[in-house]
């Protein structure tokens, strides 16, 4: 069974910085070639993408509203994927979920494959 774990939210004030982090574990789903994403869902809003990796990080993909700001990355080695926000604002503060997926092109329509139980953001005024 393939497990994501997400780690690394918390709060933070407008300006500053977080890093999540996303590992996967488990059997039942390839490890290799499998894209890696995240999503974030805010109170009374529908779930969003936010980015998306390829499996060798040739490719990343990012929701306008983050690009420039996050920066998403994984380490094989580990198993591992990361998020790194800076210049946070309360507009991102949400509930960020970790994703698999086949694609990470696809993700950013919403393509997944398993979903991580989610970390929760605050970022205050």
Do not use: H
Request: aromatic content about 12%.
């Amino acid at each position: 069974q393939v497990q994501l774990e997400e780690s690394g939210g918390g709060w933070a004030q407008a300006g500053g910085s977080l890093r999540l982090s996303c590992v996967l574990s488990g059997g039942g789903f390839s490890r290799y070639g499998s894209a890696m994403g995240w999503f974030r869902q805010a109170p009374g809003k529908e779930r969003e993408f936010v980015s998306s990796i390829s499996f060798t990080s040739a490719y990343e993909y990012y929701a306008d509203s983050v690009k420039d700001r996050f920066t998403i990355s994984r380490d094989n080695a580990k198993s591992t994927m990361y998020l790194r926000m800076n210049s946070l604002e309360p507009g991102d503060t949400a509930v960020y979920y970790c994703a698999a997926g086949q694609n990470a092109q696809a993700m950013g329509g919403g393509v997944v494959s398993f979903w991580g139980q989610g970390t929760q953001v605050t970022v205050s005024p």
